[in-house]
């Protein structure tokens, strides 16, 4: 059974920098199938992916928000954290992170996942 | 960058069926997206349902299911339970990039 559990501050200061870190258990960030997501979701709206890393370096992430985002893999701790920079009151969210998972389905077919999620944090910007 | 549209609410009687859509402002919604359905109700995480167009979870109730339907992906509840009301989202897979629909809330009434 796969498990994630976000931690990070719940207040941060506008301008400054939002660090989140995800602990995962029962996979290992070094899988070569499991990409390491973020996703958000401000009060009372709908979902926004942010990013995905993958231990072999490669990283993407949601056009609007590129320039300010950092997802990084610790394999030590398989935890990876996730950074957003310059933040303002729009980043108020619940962010969640998230295993993506690049496989076969029944059939043999390919297949793409984002099959579990952490139970997600609540970060406030501000001042 | 793509929107996915999916219709803001939908209603459905107790016992009764109901298709949820999601669209891409791209075109045409393809098995190549692998369209992801979930399910979140207040105060919860997202709980996924439906994977690359089709395929269940091991946890996912019987009742549903997902397809393609002309040019859109689609979450189809049969014998919707009071337990259903929920908001449902779909995920499309664009290359390298992910785009969420703006999402569904479903009321069972």
């Known amino acids: 059974q796969v498990q994630l559990q976000e931690s990070g501050p719940g207040l941060v200061r506008p301008s400054q920098t939002l660090s989140l870190t995800c602990s995962v258990s029962?996979?290992?960030?070094?899988?070569?199938?499991?990409?390491w997501s973020w996703i958000r979701q401000p009060a009372g709206k709908g979902l926004e992916w942010i990013g995905r890393?993958?231990?072999?370096?490669?990283?993407s992430s949601n056009p609007s928000l590129k320039s300010r985002v950092t997802i990084s893999l610790d394999t030590s701790k398989n935890q990876f954290s996730l950074k957003l920079n310059s933040v303002t009151a729009a980043d108020t969210a619940v962010y969640y992170c998230?295993?993506?998972?690049?496989?076969?389905?029944?059939?043999?077919?390919?297949?793409?996942?984002?099959?579990?999620w952490g139970q997600g944090v609540l970060v406030a910007v501000s001042s | 960058q793509t929107v996915v549209t999916q219709e803001p609410s939908l209603t459905v009687s107790p016992g009764g069926t109901v298709t949820l859509s999601c669209a891409a402002s791209?075109?045409?919604?393809?098995?190549?997206?692998?369209p992801n359905w979930f399910q979140q109700k207040p105060g919860q995480a997202p709980r996924p349902l439906i994977y690359?167009?089709?395929n269940k979870h091991s946890w996912t109730p019987d009742r549903f299911s997902g397809s393609l339907l002309g040019d859109k992906a689609a979450l189809t509840l049969s014998g919707a339970q009071p337990d259903d009301e929920a908001d449902y989202y779909c995920?499309?897979?664009?290359?390298?990039?992910?785009?969420f629909g703006g999402g569904t809330k479903l009321t069972v009434l």
């Open positions: 995920l499309l897979y664009f290359g390298g990039s992910r785009v």
């Open positions: 791209s075109g045409v919604v393809t098995s190549d997206f692998f």
């Open positions: 998230a295993r993506e998972f690049e496989g076969r389905d029944s059939n043999g077919y390919s297949a793409v996942l984002t099959d579990y």
């Open positions: 890393s993958h231990f072999s370096g490669s990283t």
């Open positions: 690359s167009t089709t």
């Open positions: 029962g996979d290992s960030l070094t899988s070569g199938s499991s990409y």
